[in-house]
C-alpha cells in the first residue's frame, strides 16, 4: 500500500472495513457490503457509547443529517447529487461512501466539456472489433456499465462540467436501470445490460458553475440533491484540518509539529476573510477564492512543506502568513487590497493587542504582499 | 429536607447508588449528583403547597396542567409571572393567541439612558401550562390567580449587562424574518426555561437522541413520554429533569445568582399572600418552571426561611400593553429550532383529540372554534360526573409513590405517528411544494414516504417523526435552487402548523389605537387584519375623509415604513389633496401602534411630545427645528406649536456656529414664508425675528465661512441665498445694507470656487459688472497656469445659481467657453464633477441651467453654422451713453408737454403744487459755487505740489 501516492479508501481502511462487515448485523439493502447504520457509523466515526470493541476514526466532518439523507438515498430508488462549494468534501464523502458500499470507489466518470456518450455508455475496442467483429468481449464497459454490472455504486464527478446531451444520457440509465447496446442486437447474450441491485450513482456538482450545463429537470428528478455547504463551525473546522493535516504530514513522512496557537491563527483569518466576503458587496471586494476548509488545508500543506524542506524544520507564523498570501492572491490589483487591508485592518490591531504569533503573522504577510506587489 | 430511606423514593435510591458504585468506582461526584437530585424530587413533593413544574411550550406541561386544575380545583394560583403583568391577563380573552404581555418603559430612572426605552415581553401561546393556569384562575369564580415572579423592573435592575446583550439571538440562527422579528428588542421573560446549561450534555444528548436540536429532542425523549403519563410521574420526571440540569451544570455564575434571587422572591411573595388571606396552602397550586421547582434555597417552601428582602423599584414608570407575537418570534427570542413551538401547538390539539381532556379557555377568546367549544363542554360535562381521576393528589397526601422508577426503566416511547398520517403528510408536502413552484410529482411522494421510513430506521426509530418527515422531504425535493419564496423546510414547517401570528383585539388595545381606529372607520377597512390594504380617499366628494387623511399622514410620521404609505397625493405646505390612495398595514405593525400608546392617548399629543423632543433635544440643530415647525403646521396645523418651537428656532439659530446646516435653514425657511404669505393675514413674529437674526447671523459669519476649510461651497452659497432672498424683509424690518456689503468687502477667499462665489455676489451688489466677470474668466482661461483650476472657478458659479439667479446666463455662457477652450486633459475630469455638482443641486439648479441653454443655443442642426453666441456678438455700436441718457429724458420731455393728466391725478390726491423747470448746468458745479473753500484750498495744494 506504501508504494501508492494515494490509496482509494477502499483500500486505506480495508482492514476496517472487514471487520466492520464481521460485526454488522444489521439488515442489508441489495448487495451492500454493510448496512446503512454501519456505513454511518464508518463514515462519522463511532463513540464510547456505540460500544463497539476498537474504535472507528471519524473521516468526513460535517453535519451528521446530511450523512444520513445520502445513504438513505442511496438505499432508495434514486441517484445522489452532492453540491456545494469548492472544497467541501463532496467527493471524498462520494468516495467513502460508495467504498463502504460496494468496496469500489475507483468507478469513476470525471465530467468534463470533453466528456462524451461513450464514457458514460460503454465504447469499443477498435482493433479486437476489426478482428473478430463487434461482441461482449470487444466492447469496453464504461465504469457506470461496470458498476450496473456488479451492483455497485458509480460515480459522476462533477456532473455539470459535462455538456447537457451527455447528461441527459443518465436519464435512463437512472431510470430504466439498464443500457442497450443496439450494435449487439443479433448476440445470443443478449444485447441489453441490466443493472444489479445495488446499482446506483452518486454525483457531484459545483455549486460554483451552477449554469455552465445546468441539469434538465428531468434528470434532476432523478437525483435527490444534498447540499453541502461550506464549514462555519470553527471546531468542527479545526477538527478536519487537523485531521487531513496529520494525513498529508503522513503521507509526506515529515516529522513537523503544528502548534495550536498557529492552527487558530490559520482558522482565525479565514473566518476572518469570510465575514468580510460576506460583507463584501460586489465581486472585487471580495477574494476570488471559496475560502473552503481544503483550501486552508492547502494553505497548511504549503506552509509545512516550506518550512520542512526550506525552513527551520519546523512551522512558523511568518511561513503561514506568506502561505496564505501566497495561495489566495491570485488576481493582482483586487485580491492583494483586500489582503493588504485584512492585514492592516484587521491583523495589525490584533497584533498590538494580543501579541504572540500574530506578530509574526503580520510581518510573514507584509513581505509576502510587498514580494508579489 | 433531605428524604431518609423510608421514604417513597427508598429503592431508587438503592439502585443509583449502585450505579454510581458501579460506574465511577466508589462513591463519589457521581453518587452526590444522583441522590441530590432524588433529594431534590423528594423535597419538592414533600412541599404542602404544591408545586407543579412546568417547561415551555410544551403540549404534556399544557395537558398536564388542565388535568390537574380539574381535578385539585385550587383556591389560588400562583405563577412565575412578573408580578406587575397581573392587570393585563383578564385583556387576554379579547385578543388571539399568541400574544405576548409587554412591560415598557421610555423614560428611564435609575437605568443608564443608553438602554431606553425598556421593554419586557412574556410571550404567552395556547399549547402552554401558563394559559391553562391564567384561563383558569381568571375564569372559575373565587379563585385567585397571583403572579409571583419579580416586576419587570427587577428584570432590568438585576440584568448586568446591557438589554441588547441579553436578547441577543444565536448567531447561526437564519436572518429574522418580519414575523421573528415582531418583539422588537425586548428582554423576553419566559416560564419554564428548561434547557441543559452547559453545550457539552446538549451535545451528548442530542449526539445520542439522534436529533439536530433541542426541541426535537425534548419532543422525542419527554414530550411523548410523558404525553399520556399521570400526575405523579409527571410531576416527578419534570423536577427530576429540573435537579438534574440544575446540578449537572448551574451555569455562569451571574445567571445562577438571578435564578436564586427569583426563587427567593417568588417564596417570599407567596409566604407574604398566605399570611396575608390566611389561605390554607393545600388550596394553593405553584406553577413554576422546573428548574425552579428543583431549588435549594433557604427560602424554599412554605415553612422557608424569611430572610430574602425585596428591593424597591426604581422610579421608571412602567407602562404594560398586550403586543401580538408569533411563534417565529418566540423562536427566535428564545433560541429554539425554527418550527417547534408550531409543531408544539399541533402535538397539543393531537394531545387533547386522543386523551379527551378539556382544556380551559378564557370565556370570549377569539380563534375559539364553535365545534370543539362544544365538544369541550360535553367533556367537561362528563368529568364533573366522574370526579374520580386516576390518580391522587400527590400533594395533599405527603408521602408521593416512586413514579420516577418505573418511568426511567420503560424504553423510550415511540412516535405514534402512523402509516396513513405519514402518507398524507407526503401528499400534501408535494402539493405544497407545486404551488410554490417546484416540480415536484406523485413520484416524489413516494420518495418522500420511502426515505422518511428509512431515515427513522437510520435513527434507530421504528416510525418516522415529524422531524424526520422533514429531513425527508428536504432530501427528495429541494433541488439546486428554490424557485418561490419558500424552501421545502418552511413548507413542511407550515404544513405542521405554521407560524401562527396573535392578534391584539380591539378591547385590549390602548386608547390611542382604539383611537385611531375608531376615526378610521370611515374607510370601511378591516385595518386589524394583516397585509396590505389600499385605502381610496375621495375627499372632494367626501369632505368627511379629511380627517381620515389627517390621521393617515401622522400615523405615516409616527409608525415605521410601511405601516402607512402613501401611494397617491402628498402634504405640502399650504397644498391641500383632493384625492389620496393608501396601502395600509396596521394590522401587520400592531406593535408599533401598540407602543405609540405607552406614549399618549391621542396620537396628536404623541406626535406633538416627539416634534417637542426633537425641537429641544441638545443636538438639535436650527435646520431640525425649522423641521418641527414645518411638521407641527402639516400635521397638527397647530400655530401655536409652530409658534413655540419657531422661538426655539431663533434660539438655536443664534447659538450656532456652524453654517453645515445652512442651505437645510434656507429651504425651510424659504418655505415656510412662503406658506406664511399666502396663508396668514401677518407673518407671525417669530419669523420675522427670524429673517433678522438670519441676516445679521449670517453676514457675521460670511467672511470666516468664505476662508474656512469646513465651510463647503453649498453651505457658502447658501448663505448667500438666505442673504439675499431674504434681503428686501430683512431690510423692512430694519437690518441695516451696510453689514452685508461689509461682510462681502471682508472675504477674502482662496479657494477658487469660493472665489467665483463672491465676484458672483459682488456682482448681485453691483459691484462688479458682466463686462469685468467677463473679464475675469477670460484672463483665467488665457493664463495658462491657472487653466487647470477653471473648473473649480467654474463650480463655484455653478453654485452661485442660487443666490443670484440672474447670472444664469453667464454662467451658460462661462460653462459653453469651458466646452469651447480648456484643453482635455483638463476639461474631462472635471465632467464628472460638473454632474454631481448639478446632481447635488438637486432639481433646482439643472433646470435653470438647461432652460437657459436652450434659450441661448440654437434649436436647430441647420441653424448652428450662422449662430454667434450672444457674447461674442459685437456691442450695439450706435447707442452712445449720451444718447442714452437723453433718451431718458425724452419721458419727462412728453410729461412737461401733456400736464394736463398729471395734474388731475395731483388734484385727486389734493396735493397742490405747481410744476418747476430743471436749473440748467450741472449739479456738482452749483454746489461748487455755492462752497468753494474745499476747492480753493485743494487748487493750492496741487499748485504748492
Same mark, same amino acid.
Given at each position: ?73 442511496? #438505499? ?39 466528456? $462524451? ?19 461482449? %468481449? ?7 456499465? $461496470? ?37 449487439? #442486437?443479433?448476440?445470443? +447474450? ?42 462555519? +463551525? ?26 495550536? $496557537? ?8 479565514? #473566518? ?6 460576506? #460583507? ?14 481544503? %483550501? ?22 511568518? $511561513? ?54 | 429536607?433531605?428524604? =431518609? /430511606? ?106 443608564? *439612558? ?56 444565536? @448567531? ?95 417564596? =417570599? ?12 396552602? *393545600? ?104 370526579? =374520580? ?25 415511540? /412516535? !405514534? ?27 416524489? *411522494? ?202 426655539? *428656532? ?12 445652512? !442651505? ?20 407671525? @413674529? ?49 437690518? /441695516? ?17 469660493? =472665489? ?27 493664463? !495658462? ?19 443670484? !439667479? ?51 443655443? @440654437? ?87
Amino acid at each position: 500500500m506504501s508504494e501508492l501516492l494515494r490509496a482509494p479508501a477502499e483500500m486505506k481502511y480495508a482492514e476496517e472495513l472487514d471487520w466492520l462487515e464481521s460485526i454488522d448485523d444489521g439488515p442489508k439493502p441489495f448487495a451492500w457490503r454493510l448496512s446503512p447504520k454501519m456505513v454511518r457509523l464508518f463514515i462519522l466515526g463511532s463513540e464510547r457509547a456505540d460500544g463497539l470493541d476498537r474504535p472507528v476514526a471519524q473521516k468526513w466532518f460535517g453535519d451528521r443529517s446530511f450523512v444520513e439523507r445520502s445513504i438513505v438515498t442511496l #438505499a432508495s430508488d434514486r441517484g445522489l447529487l452532492l453540491i456545494g462549494d469548492p472544497g467541501t468534501g463532496k467527493s471524498w464523502l462520494a468516495e467513502l461512501l460508495s467504498a463502504a458500499i460496494s468496496r469500489n470507489s475507483t468507478l469513476v466518470v470525471q465530467g468534463t466539456a470533453g466528456t $462524451t456518450e461513450d464514457h458514460i455508455k460503454y465504447s469499443w475496442n477498435v482493433s479486437m472489433v476489426i478482428a473478430k467483429g463487434q461482441s461482449r %468481449e470487444s466492447m469496453i464497459p464504461s465504469p457506470i456499465m $461496470t458498476a450496473m454490472e456488479a451492483g455497485a455504486i458509480g460515480r459522476f464527478e462533477e456532473l455539470t462540467r459535462s455538456t447537457s446531451d451527455v447528461q441527459d444520457a443518465l436519464i435512463s440509465i437512472l431510470s430504466e436501470k439498464y443500457i442497450s447496446v443496439p450494435e449487439l #442486437a443479433g448476440d445470443d +447474450n443478449g444485447n441489453i445490460v441490466f443493472a444489479k441491485p445495488g446499482f446506483s450513482v452518486i454525483a457531484t456538482a459545483n455549486s460554483r458553475d451552477r449554469g455552465v450545463n445546468d441539469l434538465s429537470s428531468a434528470l434532476k428528478r432523478r437525483f435527490n440533491f444534498v447540499r453541502i455547504p461550506v464549514v462555519t +463551525n470553527k471546531k468542527s473546522e479545526a477538527e478536519i484540518v487537523r485531521f487531513r493535516t496529520e494525513e498529508l504530514l503522513r503521507r509526506h513522512q515529515i516529522e513537523l509539529d503544528v502548534p495550536p $496557537t498557529l492552527l487558530d491563527v490559520l482558522l482565525q483569518s479565514f #473566518a476572518d476573510l469570510r465575514a468580510s466576503a460576506a #460583507a463584501a458587496g460586489s465581486d472585487d471586494e471580495k477574494l476570488e477564492s471559496a475560502l473552503s476548509t481544503a %483550501e486552508q488545508i492547502g494553505v497548511l500543506e504549503d506552509a509545512i512543506l516550506h518550512g520542512n524542506f526550506f525552513g527551520e524544520r519546523a512551522l512558523t507564523a511568518h $511561513t503561514l502568513a506568506s502561505s496564505l498570501v501566497g495561495s489566495l492572491a491570485r488576481r493582482d490589483p483586487e485580491d492583494l487590497a483586500i489582503l493588504n487591508k485584512y492585514l492592516h485592518g484587521v491583523v495589525e490591531p490584533r497584533s498590538k493587542e494580543e501579541g504572540g504569533s500574530w506578530t509574526e503573522f503580520l510581518e510573514g504577510g507584509r513581505d509576502a504582499i510587498a514580494t508579489l506587489s | 429536607m433531605s428524604g =431518609t /430511606d423510608e421514604s417513597a423514593f427508598g429503592a431508587l435510591r438503592g439502585q443509583l447508588q449502585e450505579a454510581a458504585q458501579a460506574f465511577a468506582d466508589g462513591p463519589g461526584a457521581l453518587e452526590g449528583i444522583l441522590l441530590g437530585i432524588v433529594d431534590d424530587v423528594d423535597r419538592a413533593v414533600r412541599e404542602p403547597l404544591e408545586i407543579f413544574p412546568v417547561c415551555h411550550h410544551s403540549p404534556a406541561s399544557a395537558t398536564a396542567m388542565a388535568r390537574r386544575l380539574r381535578e385539585k380545583r385550587p383556591k389560588v394560583v400562583y405563577l412565575e409571572l412578573c408580578e406587575d403583568m397581573a392587570p393585563l391577563l383578564t385583556e387576554l380573552r379579547n385578543c388571539r393567541l399568541p400574544v405576548a404581555v409587554q412591560a415598557f418603559a421610555t423614560e428611564t430612572e435609575g437605568f443608564p *439612558a443608553e438602554w431606553a426605552p425598556l421593554s419586557v415581553v412574556a410571550p404567552i401561546t395556547e399549547a402552554s401550562a401558563e394559559y391553562q393556569a391564567i384561563a383558569y384562575a381568571l375564569d372559575t369564580p373565587g379563585v385567585e390567580l397571583v403572579l409571583v415572579d419579580r416586576s419587570s423592573d427587577h428584570v432590568y435592575q438585576w440584568d448586568e449587562r446591557a438589554p441588547q446583550a441579553a436578547a441577543a439571538a444565536d @448567531p447561526d440562527a437564519p436572518p429574522a424574518e418580519e414575523e421573528a422579528a415582531l418583539h422588537g428588542d425586548a428582554v423576553g421573560v419566559e416560564i419554564g426555561d428548561l434547557r441543559p446549561r452547559f453545550a457539552e450534555l446538549e451535545e451528548h444528548l442530542l449526539r445520542h437522541g439522534r436529533v439536530r436540536h433541542w426541541s426535537e429532542w425534548w419532543h422525542q425523549y419527554v414530550e411523548l413520554p410523558l404525553g399520556d403519563s399521570d400526575h405523579d410521574t409527571y410531576r416527578q420526571v419534570m423536577l427530576l429533569i429540573g435537579s438534574l440540569f440544575r446540578r449537572l451544570a448551574p451555569g455562569d455564575e451571574h445567571r445562577v445568582r438571578v435564578d436564586e434571587d427569583r426563587e427567593r422572591y417568588m417564596w =417570599t411573595r407567596m409566604r407574604e399572600h398566605l399570611t396575608a388571606t390566611g389561605t390554607d396552602p *393545600a388550596d394553593c397550586l405553584y406553577v413554576c418552571g422546573a428548574f425552579h421547582a428543583a431549588s435549594r434555597v433557604a427560602e424554599f417552601g412554605v415553612r422557608g426561611a424569611d430572610t430574602f428582602e425585596i428591593g424597591p423599584r426604581t422610579a421608571t414608570k412602567w407602562q404594560h400593553g398586550l403586543i401580538p407575537s408569533s411563534h417565529a418570534a418566540i423562536e427566535a427570542q428564545f433560541g429554539l429550532a425554527a418550527g417547534s413551538v408550531s409543531i408544539a401547538a399541533t402535538v397539543w390539539a393531537k394531545n387533547l383529540r386522543r386523551t379527551k381532556v378539556q382544556p380551559f379557555r378564557l370565556a370570549g377568546q377569539n380563534g375559539a372554534k364553535s365545534g370543539r367549544a362544544t365538544k369541550a363542554v360535553a367533556a367537561a360535562a362528563q368529568a364533573a360526573q366522574d370526579p =374520580t381521576g386516576s390518580v391522587a393528589s400527590s400533594g395533599e397526601s405527603g408521602a408521593a409513590a416512586d413514579r420516577l422508577s418505573g418511568f426511567l426503566r420503560r424504553p423510550p416511547v415511540l /412516535d !405514534p405517528l402512523d402509516e396513513a398520517e405519514l402518507l398524507g403528510w407526503s401528499v400534501e408536502i408535494v402539493r405544497a411544494a407545486r404551488r410554490n413552484g417546484y416540480l415536484a410529482s406523485t413520484a416524489d *411522494a413516494i420518495a418522500v414516504f420511502e426515505t422518511s421510513i428509512l431515515l427513522a430506521g437510520m435513527r434507530d426509530r421504528a416510525k418516522p417523526t415529524p422531524y424526520d418527515f422533514q429531513d425527508a422531504a428536504v432530501t427528495c425535493i429541494e433541488k439546486d435552487s428554490v424557485p418561490g419564496r419558500r424552501d421545502v423546510r418552511r413548507l413542511v414547517e407550515i404544513m405542521m402548523g405554521g407560524d401562527r401570528i396573535g392578534q391584539v383585539g380591539y378591547d385590549a388595545l390602548p386608547p390611542l389605537a382604539r383611537d385611531v381606529h375608531d376615526r378610521l372607520k370611515p374607510l370601511a377597512l378591516r385595518l386589524e387584519q394583516r397585509g396590505v390594504q389600499r385605502a381610496l380617499l375621495d375627499i372632494a366628494s367626501r369632505p368627511e375623509l379629511e380627517r381620515c387623511s389627517d390621521v393617515l399622514w401622522m400615523l405615516r410620521r409616527l409608525l415605521p415604513q410601511g405601516a402607512a404609505r402613501p401611494i397617491m397625493g402628498e402634504r405640502r405646505l399650504g397644498e391641500r389633496s383632493i384625492q389620496e390612495s393608501w396601502d395600509l398595514a396596521l394590522g401587520t405593525h400592531q406593535r408599533a401602534l401598540i407602543e405609540l400608546g405607552y406614549e399618549g392617548i391621542s396620537i396628536e399629543q404623541v406626535l406633538e411630545q416627539r416634534l417637542r423632543r426633537t425641537a429641544y433635544a441638545p443636538r438639535a440643530t436650527t435646520a431640525t427645528v425649522l423641521e418641527t415647525v414645518e411638521d407641527a403646521t402639516l400635521y397638527l396645523r397647530s400655530r401655536r406649536l409652530a409658534d413655540e418651537l419657531g422661538a426655539r *428656532a431663533l434660539e438655536t439659530l443664534a447659538a450656532e456656529r456652524s453654517v453645515d446646516g445652512a !442651505p437645510e435653514v434656507l429651504r425651510r425657511v424659504r418655505r415656510l414664508l412662503a406658506f406664511y404669505r399666502t396663508s396668514e393675514p401677518v407673518l407671525p @413674529p417669530w419669523i420675522e425675528r427670524f429673517v433678522k437674526t438670519g441676516y445679521a447671523h449670517y453676514c457675521t459669519l460670511l467672511p470666516t465661512a468664505f476662508t474656512d476649510e469646513d465651510a463647503g461651497v453649498r453651505q457658502v452659497a447658501a448663505m448667500l441665498g438666505f442673504l439675499f432672498s431674504m434681503e428686501s424683509l430683512a431690510l423692512s424690518l430694519g437690518c /441695516d445694507r451696510t453689514q452685508l456689503e461689509l461682510a462681502v468687502a471682508q472675504s477674502h477667499p482662496e479657494d477658487p470656487p469660493k =472665489t467665483a462665489l463672491l465676484w458672483a455676489a459682488r456682482t448681485q451688489l453691483g459691484h462688479l459688472t458682466r463686462a469685468d466677470l467677463r473679464a475675469r474668466c477670460d484672463e483665467l482661461l488665457d493664463n !495658462p497656469l491657472v487653466v487647470p483650476a477653471y473648473p473649480r472657478y467654474l463650480s463655484g458659479f455653478v453654485q452661485a445659481l442660487e443666490p443670484v !439667479p440672474g447670472l444664469t446666463d453667464f454662467v451658460v455662457e462661462a460653462v459653453s467657453n469651458a466646452f469651447a477652450r480648456l484643453p482635455d486633459p483638463v476639461l474631462l475630469p472635471w465632467l464628472p464633477t460638473l454632474i454631481t455638482t448639478l446632481r447635488d443641486g438637486g432639481g433646482e439648479l439643472a433646470p435653470l441651467l438647461i432652460r437657459e441653454a436652450g434659450r441661448i443655443f @440654437p434649436g436647430r442642426l441647420t441653424a448652428l453654422d450662422a449662430w454667434v453666441p450672444p457674447w461674442r456678438e459685437a456691442p450695439d455700436p450706435g447707442v452712445p451713453a449720451s444718447a442714452r441718457r437723453a433718451e431718458a429724458g425724452r419721458g419727462v420731455a412728453l410729461l412737461a408737454a401733456h400736464p394736463a393728466a398729471c395734474d388731475a391725478v395731483a388734484g385727486l390726491l389734493g396735493c397742490d403744487g405747481a410744476w418747476e423747470t430743471a436749473a440748467a448746468g450741472p449739479r456738482g458745479a452749483a454746489l461748487v459755487d455755492r462752497h468753494p473753500d474745499t476747492a480753493t484750498a485743494l487748487a493750492v495744494l496741487l499748485a504748492a505740489g
